[in-house]
């Protein structure tokens, strides 16, 4: 069984401050990573997708990719209160999205 | 223009009921998916298509059906709705069925009374 791990939260940070969310996962195959964010009552948006280890950067987020260890984060800089949401991370297998029970991230203003 | 798109947006149903949901994207791409996500907020996959063909079907009951009726449209049939059947379903789409992004529709709100 396929497994992605995340904690559940809530993870409550300042505004202005670094919020680090963090993904362990089973499946030593694994070739794609991602991070969705998932505001109340909507759907998943991707924010981030990393194939190979080390850092990928994309404005305010990074995402830190370590096969050797199965783990995943994403770093969010300078929170906003606009990021709070659930953070979910997902890992591809061979053909099978697996998510995380995602992390609830409170910016408090 | 959207994207991914389903509809109905909420259903709320008796049990025993049969009800279907539509799902159509848009993007060009050749596999779309159906994920389940239950009150704790858990997205599970539950079928997934490429080119019109089922590629994977996850551990789901029977009453569960889907049909592609080409490679934009991906409808779920729920016969004999069950409480436990209350979740968001959403509809995702991608290029193909390899490491590529997935896009996710709005959701459909399933409510079984």
């Known amino acids: 069984q396929k497994e992605v791990e995340q904690n559940s939260g809530p993870l409550s940070v300042p505004e202005g401050a670094i919020a680090s969310l963090n993904c362990t996962y089973s499946d030593r195959g694994s070739q794609s990573f991602f991070w969705y964010r998932q505001y109340s009552g909507k759907s998943p948006e991707l924010i981030m997708s990393?194939?190979?280890?080390g850092d990928k950067e994309d404005g305010r987020f990074t995402a830190q990719l370590n096969k050797a260890s199965q783990y995943v984060s994403l770093l969010i800089r300078d929170s906003q209160p606009s990021d709070s949401a659930t953070y979910l991370c997902a890992v591809m297998g061979y053909s099978t999205l697996t998510f995380g029970k995602g992390t609830m991230l409170l910016v408090s203003p | 223009d959207t994207a991914v798109s389903q509809t109905p947006k909420y259903l709320v149903t008796q049990m025993g009921n049969d009800k279907s949901i539509k799902c159509e994207q848009n993007l060009g791409h050749d596999t779309m998916y159906w994920y389940k996500q239950d009150s704790k907020k858990f997205l599970k996959i539950m079928f997934s298509y490429n080119n019109k063909e089922l590629i994977i079907n996850e551990t789901v009951p029977n009453r569960f059906s889907p049909k592609s009726p080409d490679k934009a449209h991906l409808n779920l049939h729920i016969n004999s709705l069950e409480l436990g059947d209350s979740a968001v379903y959403f509809c995702a789409s991608s290029q193909d069925s390899g490491q590529e992004t997935q896009y996710f529709g709005p959701g459909t709100r399933l409510l079984v009374l």
């Open positions: 990393i194939y190979s280890n």
